[in-house]
Protein backbone atom coordinates (compact mmCIF):
# COMPACT_ATOMS: atom_id res chain seq x y z
CA UNK A 1 0.00 0.00 0.00
CA UNK A 2 1.17 3.73 -0.42
CA UNK A 3 -0.07 6.98 0.71
CA UNK A 4 -0.86 9.57 -1.61
CA UNK A 5 0.57 12.61 -2.51
CA UNK A 6 4.01 13.24 -3.56
CA UNK A 7 5.76 16.55 -5.22
CA UNK A 8 8.44 16.57 -7.36
CA UNK A 9 10.34 20.09 -7.72
CA UNK A 10 10.82 19.76 -10.88
CA UNK A 11 7.11 19.28 -11.57
CA UNK A 12 6.09 21.07 -14.83
CA UNK A 13 2.74 23.61 -13.87
CA UNK A 14 0.85 22.40 -16.89
CA UNK A 15 0.77 19.20 -17.80
CA UNK A 16 2.78 17.68 -20.79
CA UNK A 17 1.27 15.89 -23.75
CA UNK A 18 2.53 12.63 -24.54
CA UNK A 19 2.80 10.53 -26.98
CA UNK A 20 0.42 7.95 -26.86
CA UNK A 21 0.71 4.54 -27.36
CA UNK A 22 -2.70 3.47 -28.89
CA UNK A 23 -1.58 -0.34 -29.37
CA UNK A 24 -0.43 -0.59 -26.12
CA UNK A 25 -3.76 -0.83 -24.32
CA UNK A 26 -6.31 -2.38 -26.66
CA UNK A 27 -9.82 -1.56 -25.98
CA UNK A 28 -11.76 -4.26 -23.61
CA UNK A 29 -15.51 -3.51 -24.81
CA UNK A 30 -16.82 -3.19 -28.28
CA UNK A 31 -19.04 -0.34 -27.33
CA UNK A 32 -16.34 1.60 -24.92
CA UNK A 33 -14.56 4.25 -26.27
CA UNK A 34 -11.00 4.63 -25.58
CA UNK A 35 -10.13 8.23 -26.08
CA UNK A 36 -6.60 8.18 -24.77
CA UNK A 37 -4.80 4.79 -24.27
CA UNK A 38 -1.16 5.76 -23.45
CA UNK A 39 -0.64 4.72 -19.52
CA UNK A 40 2.98 5.39 -19.16
CA UNK A 41 4.84 7.89 -16.91
CA UNK A 42 4.93 10.63 -18.87
CA UNK A 43 7.82 11.54 -20.83
CA UNK A 44 11.13 12.51 -17.88
CA UNK A 45 9.58 10.96 -15.26
CA UNK A 46 10.51 7.99 -13.44
CA UNK A 47 7.56 5.89 -11.85
CA UNK A 48 7.98 4.40 -8.67
CA UNK A 49 6.81 0.66 -7.57
CA UNK A 50 3.42 0.78 -6.08
CA UNK A 51 4.28 -0.32 -2.55
CA UNK A 52 6.44 2.41 -1.66
CA UNK A 53 5.07 4.76 1.02
CA UNK A 54 4.84 8.18 -0.50
CA UNK A 55 4.72 10.77 1.98
CA UNK A 56 2.88 14.08 1.77
CA UNK A 57 4.98 17.14 1.39
CA UNK A 58 3.58 20.12 2.80
CA UNK A 59 6.74 21.59 3.99
CA UNK A 60 8.57 23.15 1.31
CA UNK A 61 8.13 27.69 1.39
CA UNK A 62 6.65 27.69 -2.12
CA UNK A 63 3.75 25.25 -0.94
CA UNK A 64 3.24 27.68 1.87
CA UNK A 65 3.33 30.52 -0.12
CA UNK A 66 1.07 29.59 -2.51
CA UNK A 67 -1.04 28.44 0.64
CA UNK A 68 -0.91 31.83 2.14
CA UNK A 69 -1.55 33.44 -1.34
CA UNK A 70 -4.48 31.05 -2.10
CA UNK A 71 -5.95 31.99 1.22
CA UNK A 72 -5.44 35.75 1.11
CA UNK A 73 -8.98 36.41 0.32
CA UNK A 74 -10.91 34.62 3.96
CA UNK A 75 -7.68 35.48 5.51
CA UNK A 76 -8.09 39.27 5.03
CA UNK A 77 -10.41 39.93 7.76
CA UNK A 78 -8.43 38.02 10.46
CA UNK A 79 -5.08 38.65 9.90
CA UNK A 80 -4.93 42.57 10.47
CA UNK A 81 -6.76 41.97 14.12
CA UNK A 82 -3.66 41.98 15.81
CA UNK A 83 -2.09 45.21 15.75
CA UNK A 84 -3.69 46.55 18.59
CA UNK A 85 -1.88 46.87 22.61
CA UNK A 86 -4.63 45.44 24.85
CA UNK A 87 -7.04 42.57 24.21
CA UNK A 88 -10.16 43.44 25.11
CA UNK A 89 -14.05 42.73 24.35
CA UNK A 90 -13.89 45.16 20.98
CA UNK A 91 -10.90 41.97 19.91
CA UNK A 92 -13.32 38.93 20.43
CA UNK A 93 -15.87 41.26 18.47
CA UNK A 94 -14.06 41.71 15.47
CA UNK A 95 -13.12 38.42 15.48
CA UNK A 96 -16.72 37.21 15.67
CA UNK A 97 -17.74 39.49 12.64
CA UNK A 98 -14.72 38.60 10.76
CA UNK A 99 -15.32 34.90 11.15
CA UNK A 100 -19.02 35.25 10.39
CA UNK A 101 -18.18 37.24 7.38
CA UNK A 102 -15.78 34.17 6.47
CA UNK A 103 -18.67 31.71 6.51
CA UNK A 104 -17.69 30.18 9.08
CA UNK A 105 -21.30 29.81 10.96
CA UNK A 106 -22.71 30.48 14.24
CA UNK A 107 -21.55 27.25 15.78
CA UNK A 108 -18.04 26.78 14.52
CA UNK A 109 -17.80 30.90 15.49
CA UNK A 110 -19.09 30.79 19.22
CA UNK A 111 -16.66 27.19 19.29
CA UNK A 112 -13.90 28.97 18.45
CA UNK A 113 -14.30 31.90 20.26
CA UNK A 114 -15.14 29.98 23.28
CA UNK A 115 -11.99 27.91 23.21
CA UNK A 116 -9.60 31.18 22.77
CA UNK A 117 -10.97 32.27 25.54
CA UNK A 118 -10.21 29.89 27.97
CA UNK A 119 -6.28 29.56 26.25
CA UNK A 120 -6.09 33.36 26.73
CA UNK A 121 -7.06 32.86 30.57
CA UNK A 122 -4.99 29.59 30.76
CA UNK A 123 -2.30 30.95 29.32
CA UNK A 124 -2.19 34.35 30.88
CA UNK A 125 -1.42 35.67 27.55
CA UNK A 126 -1.46 39.80 28.02
CA UNK A 127 -1.14 41.13 24.27
CA UNK A 128 -3.06 40.50 20.85
CA UNK A 129 -0.16 38.84 19.35
CA UNK A 130 -0.36 36.25 21.76
CA UNK A 131 -3.88 35.90 21.01
CA UNK A 132 -3.15 35.49 17.26
CA UNK A 133 -0.74 32.76 18.36
CA UNK A 134 -3.94 31.21 20.05
CA UNK A 135 -6.03 31.62 17.86
CA UNK A 136 -3.68 29.48 15.03
CA UNK A 137 -3.78 26.71 17.46
CA UNK A 138 -7.56 26.85 18.17
CA UNK A 139 -8.06 26.91 14.54
CA UNK A 140 -5.62 23.66 13.81
CA UNK A 141 -7.23 21.38 16.95
CA UNK A 142 -10.17 22.26 15.13
CA UNK A 143 -9.61 21.59 11.54
CA UNK A 144 -7.05 18.51 12.38
CA UNK A 145 -9.53 15.45 12.16
CA UNK A 146 -10.41 16.49 9.08
CA UNK A 147 -6.94 15.73 7.87
CA UNK A 148 -6.79 12.70 6.54
CA UNK A 149 -4.48 11.46 3.34
CA UNK A 150 -5.44 9.16 0.62
CA UNK A 151 -4.52 5.64 0.69
CA UNK A 152 -3.64 4.05 -2.68
CA UNK A 153 -3.07 0.70 -2.86
CA UNK A 154 -5.51 -1.54 -0.20
CA UNK A 155 -7.39 -2.39 -3.29
CA UNK A 156 -6.38 -3.07 -6.54
CA UNK A 157 -7.51 -0.99 -8.64
CA UNK A 158 -8.90 1.40 -6.13
CA UNK A 159 -12.14 3.09 -7.47
CA UNK A 160 -13.02 6.80 -6.44
CA UNK A 161 -16.20 8.49 -7.61
CA UNK A 162 -16.29 12.49 -7.55
CA UNK A 163 -19.63 13.95 -6.93
CA UNK A 164 -20.65 17.57 -6.79
CA UNK A 165 -22.83 20.04 -8.23
CA UNK A 166 -22.20 21.88 -11.70
CA UNK A 167 -19.07 23.57 -11.80
CA UNK A 168 -17.69 22.89 -8.09
CA UNK A 169 -14.22 21.68 -10.02
CA UNK A 170 -14.81 17.87 -10.41
CA UNK A 171 -13.17 17.78 -13.69
CA UNK A 172 -10.26 19.60 -13.19
CA UNK A 173 -9.81 18.11 -10.04
CA UNK A 174 -9.64 14.93 -11.75
CA UNK A 175 -7.40 16.49 -13.58
CA UNK A 176 -4.81 17.57 -11.13
CA UNK A 177 -4.96 14.25 -9.38
CA UNK A 178 -4.27 11.99 -11.35
CA UNK A 179 -0.96 13.67 -12.29
CA UNK A 180 -0.13 13.93 -8.84
CA UNK A 181 -1.38 9.66 -8.62
CA UNK A 182 1.28 9.67 -11.61
CA UNK A 183 4.15 11.15 -10.47
CA UNK A 184 3.56 8.91 -7.34
CA UNK A 185 3.90 6.31 -9.80
CA UNK A 186 0.20 5.10 -10.27
CA UNK A 187 -1.38 3.69 -12.96
CA UNK A 188 -4.74 5.85 -13.18
CA UNK A 189 -7.75 5.37 -15.66
CA UNK A 190 -10.62 7.88 -15.79
CA UNK A 191 -14.12 7.09 -16.56
CA UNK A 192 -16.16 9.55 -18.27
CA UNK A 193 -19.33 9.46 -16.27
CA UNK A 194 -21.28 12.64 -17.46
CA UNK A 195 -23.06 10.91 -20.28
CA UNK A 196 -25.20 14.35 -20.25
CA UNK A 197 -22.45 16.96 -21.60
CA UNK A 198 -20.67 15.89 -24.35
CA UNK A 199 -18.29 18.64 -23.51
CA UNK A 200 -17.71 17.03 -20.02
CA UNK A 201 -16.34 13.99 -21.95
CA UNK A 202 -14.45 16.09 -24.21
CA UNK A 203 -13.01 18.11 -20.93
CA UNK A 204 -12.27 14.31 -19.52
CA UNK A 205 -10.94 13.33 -22.59
CA UNK A 206 -8.43 16.51 -23.02
CA UNK A 207 -6.83 15.57 -19.50
CA UNK A 208 -6.79 12.13 -20.27
CA UNK A 209 -4.63 13.07 -23.19
CA UNK A 210 -2.39 15.48 -21.18
CA UNK A 211 -1.76 12.91 -18.76
CA UNK A 212 -1.54 10.39 -21.26
CA UNK A 213 -3.95 8.03 -19.40
CA UNK A 214 -6.87 6.20 -20.68
CA UNK A 215 -10.29 7.35 -20.53
CA UNK A 216 -13.73 5.26 -20.71
CA UNK A 217 -16.06 7.30 -22.46
CA UNK A 218 -19.80 6.39 -23.98
CA UNK A 219 -21.89 8.40 -26.18
CA UNK A 220 -25.37 9.11 -24.39
CA UNK A 221 -26.15 6.07 -22.14
CA UNK A 222 -25.99 5.43 -18.84
CA UNK A 223 -23.35 6.36 -16.42
CA UNK A 224 -23.24 3.25 -13.89
CA UNK A 225 -22.58 1.51 -17.14
CA UNK A 226 -20.11 3.83 -18.14
CA UNK A 227 -18.76 3.16 -14.18
CA UNK A 228 -19.23 -0.67 -14.54
CA UNK A 229 -17.05 -0.71 -17.76
CA UNK A 230 -14.45 1.09 -16.57
CA UNK A 231 -14.01 -0.81 -13.34
CA UNK A 232 -14.12 -3.91 -14.88
CA UNK A 233 -11.48 -2.20 -17.41
CA UNK A 234 -9.17 -1.25 -14.58
CA UNK A 235 -9.33 -4.56 -12.90
CA UNK A 236 -8.43 -6.59 -16.04
CA UNK A 237 -5.81 -3.99 -16.74
CA UNK A 238 -4.09 -3.79 -13.28
CA UNK A 239 -4.72 -0.21 -12.56
CA UNK A 240 -3.71 1.20 -9.37
CA UNK A 241 -6.73 3.77 -9.40
CA UNK A 242 -9.86 4.05 -11.41
CA UNK A 243 -11.29 7.68 -11.24
CA UNK A 244 -15.27 8.08 -12.18
CA UNK A 245 -16.34 11.24 -12.66
CA UNK A 246 -20.26 12.13 -12.69
CA UNK A 247 -22.41 15.03 -14.01
CA UNK A 248 -23.32 17.60 -11.95
CA UNK A 249 -26.19 17.93 -9.66
CA UNK A 250 -28.03 19.88 -7.27
CA UNK A 251 -29.18 18.21 -4.08
CA UNK A 252 -32.62 19.25 -4.65
CA UNK A 253 -32.64 16.86 -7.97
CA UNK A 254 -33.68 13.81 -6.27
CA UNK A 255 -33.69 12.00 -9.57
CA UNK A 256 -30.30 12.73 -10.12
CA UNK A 257 -29.06 12.10 -6.63
CA UNK A 258 -30.59 8.73 -7.11
CA UNK A 259 -29.10 7.98 -10.37
CA UNK A 260 -25.61 8.24 -7.82
CA UNK A 261 -26.78 5.95 -5.72
CA UNK A 262 -27.15 3.85 -8.63
CA UNK A 263 -24.09 4.11 -10.46
CA UNK A 264 -22.08 3.31 -6.62
CA UNK A 265 -24.29 0.46 -6.36
CA UNK A 266 -23.19 -0.78 -9.87
CA UNK A 267 -19.88 0.41 -8.83
CA UNK A 268 -19.92 -2.54 -5.87
CA UNK A 269 -21.30 -5.30 -8.68
CA UNK A 270 -18.28 -4.25 -10.94
CA UNK A 271 -15.85 -4.96 -7.22
CA UNK A 272 -16.94 -6.07 -4.41
CA UNK A 273 -16.26 -3.17 -1.76
CA UNK A 274 -15.58 -0.69 -4.27
CA UNK A 275 -16.05 2.17 -4.51
CA UNK A 276 -13.33 2.88 -1.70
CA UNK A 277 -13.71 6.59 -1.86
CA UNK A 278 -16.23 8.89 -2.81
CA UNK A 279 -15.60 12.19 -2.68
CA UNK A 280 -17.23 15.29 -2.92
CA UNK A 281 -15.83 18.29 -4.91
CA UNK A 282 -16.72 21.30 -3.16
CA UNK A 283 -16.57 25.03 -4.74
CA UNK A 284 -15.70 26.85 -1.41
CA UNK A 285 -16.97 30.13 -2.61
CA UNK A 286 -20.62 28.80 -2.03
CA UNK A 287 -19.33 29.59 1.70
CA UNK A 288 -22.67 27.84 4.06
CA UNK A 289 -24.13 27.02 0.98
CA UNK A 290 -21.22 24.21 0.30
CA UNK A 291 -21.73 22.77 3.97
CA UNK A 292 -25.55 21.89 2.57
CA UNK A 293 -24.24 20.39 -0.12
CA UNK A 294 -22.09 18.26 1.90
CA UNK A 295 -25.14 17.25 3.99
CA UNK A 296 -27.41 16.41 1.53
CA UNK A 297 -24.43 14.42 -0.19
CA UNK A 298 -23.40 12.64 2.63
CA UNK A 299 -27.06 11.45 3.81
CA UNK A 300 -26.71 9.99 -0.10
CA UNK A 301 -23.99 8.21 -0.42
CA UNK A 302 -21.52 8.00 2.89
CA UNK A 303 -18.85 10.15 1.48
CA UNK A 304 -15.12 8.83 2.69
CA UNK A 305 -13.56 12.91 1.48
CA UNK A 306 -13.89 15.88 0.34
CA UNK A 307 -12.12 17.95 -2.28
CA UNK A 308 -12.56 21.70 -1.64
CA UNK A 309 -11.82 23.77 -4.32
CA UNK A 310 -11.46 27.76 -5.27
CA UNK A 311 -10.48 28.49 -2.11
CA UNK A 312 -8.16 31.06 -4.00
CA UNK A 313 -11.04 32.90 -5.20
CA UNK A 314 -13.41 32.89 -2.03
CA UNK A 315 -13.38 34.87 1.21
CA UNK A 316 -15.40 32.29 2.80
CA UNK A 317 -13.18 29.81 2.96
CA UNK A 318 -13.93 29.72 7.13
CA UNK A 319 -17.09 27.23 5.73
CA UNK A 320 -14.00 24.84 6.28
CA UNK A 321 -14.42 25.26 9.85
CA UNK A 322 -18.26 25.03 10.23
CA UNK A 323 -17.62 21.70 8.28
CA UNK A 324 -15.20 20.62 10.90
CA UNK A 325 -18.28 21.33 13.58
CA UNK A 326 -20.99 20.51 11.83
CA UNK A 327 -20.04 17.18 9.23
CA UNK A 328 -16.49 16.26 9.94
CA UNK A 329 -15.84 14.46 6.49
CA UNK A 330 -11.89 14.88 5.94
CA UNK A 331 -10.38 16.69 3.75
CA UNK A 332 -8.07 15.55 1.16
CA UNK A 333 -7.11 18.51 -1.26
CA UNK A 334 -7.84 21.78 -1.21
CA UNK A 335 -7.76 23.89 -4.23
CA UNK A 336 -6.12 27.05 -4.17
CA UNK A 337 -5.69 27.78 -8.03
CA UNK A 338 -5.85 26.77 -11.43
CA UNK A 339 -2.53 25.32 -11.77
CA UNK A 340 -1.25 21.76 -11.10
CA UNK A 341 0.38 22.42 -8.37
CA UNK A 342 -2.25 24.38 -6.85
CA UNK A 343 -3.95 20.92 -5.54
CA UNK A 344 -2.73 20.35 -2.33
CA UNK A 345 -3.02 17.79 0.30
CA UNK A 346 -5.01 19.22 3.58
CA UNK A 347 -2.54 20.05 6.16
CA UNK A 348 -5.04 21.68 9.38
CA UNK A 349 -1.48 23.54 11.23
CA UNK A 350 -0.38 24.68 7.90
CA UNK A 351 -3.91 26.03 6.53
CA UNK A 352 -4.14 27.94 10.14
CA UNK A 353 -1.37 29.45 9.84
CA UNK A 354 -2.00 30.54 6.31
CA UNK A 355 -4.84 31.82 7.61
CA UNK A 356 -4.50 33.52 10.14
CA UNK A 357 -0.80 35.61 9.39
N1 LIG B 1 -9.48 29.57 -9.10
C1 LIG B 1 -9.74 28.27 -9.12
N2 LIG B 1 -10.47 27.74 -10.12
C2 LIG B 1 -10.73 26.42 -10.13
C3 LIG B 1 -10.27 25.56 -9.08
N3 LIG B 1 -10.71 24.29 -9.37
C4 LIG B 1 -11.41 24.38 -10.52
N4 LIG B 1 -11.43 25.65 -10.99
C5 LIG B 1 -12.11 26.18 -12.20
O1 LIG B 1 -13.52 25.99 -12.06
C6 LIG B 1 -14.14 25.84 -13.33
C7 LIG B 1 -15.10 24.65 -13.32
O2 LIG B 1 -14.34 23.48 -13.16
P1 LIG B 1 -14.80 22.06 -13.74
O3 LIG B 1 -13.71 21.11 -13.40
O4 LIG B 1 -15.22 22.16 -15.16
O5 LIG B 1 -16.08 21.79 -12.86
P2 LIG B 1 -17.04 20.51 -12.88
O6 LIG B 1 -17.45 20.30 -11.48
O7 LIG B 1 -16.40 19.37 -13.58
O8 LIG B 1 -18.26 21.08 -13.74
P3 LIG B 1 -19.50 20.26 -14.40
O9 LIG B 1 -18.90 19.34 -15.42
O10 LIG B 1 -20.34 21.36 -14.98
O11 LIG B 1 -20.21 19.56 -13.31
C8 LIG B 1 -13.00 25.72 -14.32
O12 LIG B 1 -12.85 26.98 -14.97
C9 LIG B 1 -11.77 25.43 -13.46
O13 LIG B 1 -10.57 25.91 -14.02
C10 LIG B 1 -9.49 26.16 -8.01
O14 LIG B 1 -9.07 25.52 -7.03
N5 LIG B 1 -9.28 27.51 -8.08
Redesign the pocket.
Known sequence: MFRFFKRKPSTPETPQTASPAPDSVPPVTADEAVLAAAQEAAPGEEAEAPGQAVPAQPGSSSWLTRLRQGLRKTGAGLSGLFGGSRIDEALYEDLESALILADAGMPATQYVLEQLRKKVRATRAETPQQVRDLLREVLAELLAPLEKQLDIGKSTPTVMMMV??????????IGKLTRHLQQAGCKVLLAAG?TF?AA?RE?LAAWGDRNAVQVIAQQGGDPAAVAFDAVSAGRARGMDVVIV?T??RLPTQLHLMDELKKVKRVIGKAMDGAPHEALL?IDATNGQNALAQLRAFDDTLGLTGIIL?????SAKGGVIAAIARERPVPIYFI????SLE??QPFDARAFARALVG
Not at 335 to 338: L, N, P, Q
Open positions: GVNGAGKTTSDRAQDAGVTKLDGGVGEDL
